[in-house]
């Protein structure tokens, strides 16, 4: 089979914010993946999915059988829809979430929204669309302020937890100014950071929950995954050490509730193929899910979806190949499965 393997490259001196390409893939990643894809038997082209010109021609010239999706997008509001709304558009098979999920999920109020309505845990929350709102009094401190369409921590730091009004509105008015979007303020869940992986291939199989500790990040003062902590993690001078546990030092009680949350938001969003849910586990044990990524990075040294496979003894070429193969199975494709 011919694969497009459309993808959002990091630069380097763009003059743009330190966070600004922190969604993009490595040059490391998108070229472990093509490798994966090339081992199982495919030709392998790159399409740079920012390029919108490039995009088009590439798709339109090359008889792409399929097209495996890890581009990020633009510059829209729901950029890490764009690339599969042109895919339907031309009618080209590709995998992972449709266009419809990927915007969703990339509103965090939205799928907020949706969690609350289906009874799936998840913190309280506010959106404020302008900097001077008054804050419902039904919130409780301490909250936390995020921009409510990013991803990879952007706009999150130590600073983003607040305890009084005045620091929230000082968090707020950061938020809209600088990243031209409305503040998703919720409730901070004091307590563990676990995600879950969840893979699709004729069934839905939820991974080993990971867990990520943070108590060795004293230096940093950051205790959740922000931006910093994404970045730089491991670096010991700036304190972002977290340790990671996967399977999870769960109860088994706790391992099941925690999976089945994590495959209810799945659902709920109508993902495909593969996600990872993040969430806050209480220190009385209510799994709140924080967000849900249809799109979760595939770095095979860093990226938590890898690292959570090969707790479940899936081995990076074996991930790559269950995507292929789910999204085969999904457009009825021939030739036959990847072997």
């Keep these: 089979m011919k694969i497009a393997l459309s993808c959002s490259v990091k630069k380097k001196d763009s003059g743009k914010p330190a966070d600004y390409f922190s969604e993009f893939d490595s040059e490391e990643t998108v070229l472990s993946i093509a490798s994966a894809i090339k081992e199982l038997g495919h030709e392998v082209i790159l399409v740079e999915a920012n390029n919108r010109e490039n995009l088009l021609n590439s798709l339109q010239g090359n008889s792409i059988d399929l097209v495996f999706n890890i581009a990020e997008g633009a510059e829209s509001r729901f950029r890490e829809s764009e690339v599969p709304a042109i895919l339907d558009f031309l009618n080209i098979p590709y995998t992972g979430s449709n266009s419809y999920v990927l915007a969703l999920a990339l509103d965090k109020a939205r799928t907020k929204t949706i969690f609350k309505y289906e009874n799936i845990p998840t913190p309280n929350f506010q959106v404020f669309n302008l900097p001077n709102i008054l804050l419902n009094p039904n919130l409780k401190f301490p909250l936390i302020v995020k921009p409510n369409c990013e991803g990879s921590g952007k706009g999150i730091s130590a600073t983003s937890v607040v305890y009084n009004e005045k620091d929230l509105y000082a968090q707020v008015e950061r938020i809209i100014s600088y990243y031209h979007q409305e503040a998703l303020v919720e409730e901070f869940i004091e307590g563990r950071e676990l995600t879950v992986g969840i893979l699709s291939n004729g069934k839905t199989t939820v991974l080993p929950i990971l867990e990520i500790d943070f108590s060795d990040c004293k230096g940093s003062g950051e205790y959740f995954y922000s931006w910093k902590m994404k970045e730089f993690q491991g670096n010991k001078e700036l304190g972002l050490v977290p340790n990671f546990y996967?399977?999870?030092?769960?109860?088994?009680?706790?391992?099941?509730?925690?999976?089945?949350?994590?495959?209810?938001?799945?659902?709920?969003?109508?993902?495909?193929?593969?996600?990872?849910?993040?969430?806050?586990?209480?220190?009385?044990?209510?799994?709140?899910?924080?967000?849900?990524?249809?799109?979760?990075?595939?770095?095979?040294?860093?990226?938590?979806?890898?690292?959570?496979?090969?707790?479940?003894?899936?081995?990076?070429?074996?991930?790559?190949?269950?995507?292929?193969?789910?999204?085969?199975?999904?457009?009825?494709?021939?030739?036959?499965?990847?072997?």
């Design 246 to 339: 996967c399977p999870a030092l769960l109860s088994e009680e706790l391992v099941d509730k925690v999976k089945k949350v994590a495959l209810r938001a799945h659902k709920a969003l109508g993902c495909l193929d593969i996600s990872r849910t993040d969430i806050r586990l209480s220190k009385d044990n209510v799994p709140y899910v924080l967000e849900v990524n249809p799109l979760p990075g595939l770095d095979p040294k860093e990226s938590n979806f890898p690292l959570i496979a090969r707790a479940a003894g899936i081995e990076y070429k074996e991930l790559i190949r269950t995507m292929l193969n789910s999204a085969i199975e999904r457009y009825n494709l021939t030739p036959c499965l990847v072997s």
